[in-house]
């Protein structure tokens, strides 16, 4: 596997939640390539939500966890820098900059089309009110609802359906351009046709911005990645190219995983 | 014995007490209304209270709660901000979320005689302002409660979103949270301040009564509550149709901000 395009890259990372005595990730190594969708999959409680809301400090919210090892975050220009040394809240703001997210349930907030897309845009320091209106034109085009919201963008986001409101969300994310979205199971609060939208949509965004994908749909797993994680008990139980992890499994467990047998 | 009948019984019964409960309610309003309404003439609200009337009262009344409300709202709402956003888990804030508890739950004479000491007996005499301090302080805890309540009805999601978007702290929970809460936050405000329109007993001996028209809070404030309780005392017919007034108005009052309240709650969820 060529390791000169990673955008990000976890050695031996190992993280534990406040309070537990047990790791819930355990020595963990996966590269996670440019410009590629990474999936993991694994049945209920294996760590792929924990591990992916690692990859923004996202879990920092809440005091008291701890890591172990490194999270290397790969930068266009050729720097890096290990995510997990960070300490100020300014330096998390620019992380998750970087590093975006999108959740399980649609996160629209409590204000208009217009200004949830510019939200963050005016949180990372833009004030100009053209640059702003482009950058969310951009955004929601990007996002294809652009045809759906360029007539309602004064209205309040909450008025929009489920999946207008994820691909808002998206939007949202994608209008900071990101070196990469981490998905945290986006789909699966929503009917099958936004499904496919969103299915699509991300296709199309992974040639700005490198994806990485949490999802208890094995399907979408085989149609959307590139990669493919299989993690069980906290475990990277396997990680290989996405053909190669459905067809031609090399662990029995994954192979067991993916055929239904368990999970 | 028979179900059927033991379930007719209790069906019986329930009506039974419902009805009684409903019909006092309705049999005080029928008062107040009837008594209210006769006494009501159009001087009542353009005269003072020394030529019988009862605009300086409204005037009064309402001054003390606006101005207790202006102070409470800030105070209660951070003080809110505090326990679910930042102190969540911490033992200083479960100590104050009890405390504000039965502060909720303090006699509201007890808030007067407090205050009095503070504000009435050094300054020698009533004044507004010490009836404003004592309407806001029954004004705090509900406003804490009510804003603790209703941020944590606004999902976790929501605060890990605009974290996610690079947001700090503080700016996720005045811009996303608090907004997030406002229609809750807002009834609960409403809410509070129909409590406190309609309170006597802080008002009694913190900022007594006038019988004239004033604005300034230094002084002996008119109060709508305090003058129904003294003009129900007094033996001419005048007054005591003055009170019935006055307290129909005051119920209407009370009524309306209600109504508005719920009214807030139905449209925006």
């Known amino acids: 596997m060529a390791k000169n395009n990673l955008v990000m890259e976890l050695k031996d990372f190992s993280f534990t939640y406040a309070g537990a005595e047990k790791a819930s990730l355990k020595k963990i190594n996966l590269p996670i390539e440019e410009n590629k969708i990474t999936a993991m999959i694994g049945p209920s409680g294996c760590g792929k939500s924990t591990l992916l809301r690692a990859m923004n400090r996202i879990h920092d919210l809440y005091p008291g966890n701890t890591y172990e090892g490194k999270i290397n975050l790969y930068r266009a220009d050729g720097s890096k820098q290990n995510i997990l040394e960070l300490k100020k809240e300014n330096d998390f703001i620019k992380l998750?900059?970087?590093?975006?997210?999108?959740?399980?349930?649609?996160?629209?907030?409590?204000?208009?089309?217009?200004?949830?897309?510019?939200?963050?845009?005016?949180?990372?320091?833009?004030?100009?009110?053209?640059?702003?209106?482009?950058?969310?034109?951009?955004?929601?085009?990007?996002?294809?609802?652009?045809?759906?919201?360029?007539?309602?963008?004064?209205?309040?986001a909450l008025g929009m359906s489920g999946g207008q409101q994820q691909r808002l969300c998206i939007a949202r994310a994608v209008a900071l351009k990101p070196r990469v979205l981490l998905f945290d199971e986006p789909t699966s609060a929503l009917?099958?046709?936004?499904?496919?939208?969103?299915e699509e949509l991300i296709?199309?965004?992974?040639?700005?911005?490198?994806?990485?994908?949490?999802?208890?749909?094995?399907?979408q797993a085989s149609r959307l990645s590139d990669y493919t994680a299989f993690m069980y008990l906290g475990d990277l139980a396997e990680f290989d190219k996405t053909d190669t992890i459905f067809l031609n499994p090399k662990e029995k467990l994954t192979e067991d995983y993916i055929t239904g047998r368990f999970g | 014995m028979n179900r059927l009948l033991l379930n007719k019984i209790i069906l019986l019964l329930s009506t039974l007490s419902a009805v009684i409960g409903i019909g006092f309610l309705f049999w005080i309003l029928a008062t107040l209304s009837y008594k209210g309404i006769t006494s009501i003439h159009w001087t009542t609200f353009t005269k003072d209270l020394v030529e019988g009337g009862i605009r300086n009262l409204l005037v009064g009344q309402f001054t003390m709660a606006l101005m207790a409300t202006v102070v409470a709202v800030p105070v209660g709402m951070m003080a809110g901000i505090y326990l679910r956003e930042y102190g969540h888990g911490s033992k200083l804030a479960s100590i104050i979320r009890n405390l504000s508890d039965v502060m909720m739950s303090a006699p509201s004479i007890v808030i007067g005689v407090f205050v009095f000491a503070l504000l009435v007996d050094p300054f020698n005499g009533y004044n507004g302002w010490a009836g404003v301090v004592a309407l806001a302080i029954m004004m705090i805890p509900i406003i804490i409660s009510t804003?603790?309540?209703?941020?944590?009805?606004?999902?976790?999601?929501?605060?890990?979103?605009?974290?996610?978007?690079?947001?700090?702290?503080?700016?996720?929970?005045?811009?996303?949270?608090?907004?997030?809460?406002?229609?809750?936050?807002?009834?609960?405000?409403?809410?509070?301040?129909?409590?406190?329109?309609?309170?006597?007993?802080?008002?009694?001996?913190?900022?007594?009564?006038?019988?004239?028209?004033?604005?300034?809070?230094?002084?002996?404030?008119?109060?709508?509550?305090?003058?129904?309780?003294?003009?129900?005392?007094?033996?001419?017919?005048?007054?005591?149709?003055?009170?019935?007034?006055?307290?129909?108005?005051?119920?209407?009052?009370?009524?309306?901000?209600?109504?508005?309240?719920?009214?807030?709650?139905?449209?925006?969820?």
Not at chain 2, 169 to 184: D, E, N, P, S
């Open chain 1, 203 to 219: 296709a199309e965004i992974k040639s700005e911005v490198s994806v990485v994908i949490v999802t208890h749909n094995m399907q």
């Open chain 1, 96 to 156: 998750r900059q970087e590093v975006g997210m999108i959740f399980q349930k649609p996160t629209p907030f409590p204000m208009s089309i217009f200004d949830n897309v510019a939200y963050g845009l005016r949180l990372s320091g833009i004030k100009n009110k053209t640059e702003l209106q482009d950058r969310v034109e951009k955004a929601l085009k990007g996002a294809a609802i652009w045809d759906e919201t360029k007539d309602r963008l004064n209205e309040s």
């Open chain 2, 147 to 269: 804003t603790d309540n209703m941020l944590a009805l606004v999902p976790t999601e929501l605060r890990e979103a605009g974290m996610a978007l690079g947001g700090s702290k503080h700016k996720i929970i005045l811009q996303i949270v608090v907004r997030a809460a406002k229609v809750g936050i807002t009834t609960g405000v409403l809410l509070s301040f129909a409590r406190i329109i309609g309170e006597t007993a802080p008002l009694l001996f913190t900022s007594a009564n006038n019988q004239f028209f004033t604005m300034d809070l230094t002084e002996q404030f008119p109060s709508l509550t305090v003058s129904i309780y003294n003009l129900a005392t007094y033996p001419d017919e005048a007054s005591r149709e003055l009170a019935w007034a006055a307290s129909f108005i005051l119920t209407a009052i009370v009524l309306c901000i209600n109504l508005v309240g719920r009214f807030v709650i139905r449209n925006k969820k």
């Open chain 1, 191 to 198: 009917d099958p046709i936004s499904t496919g939208a969103i």
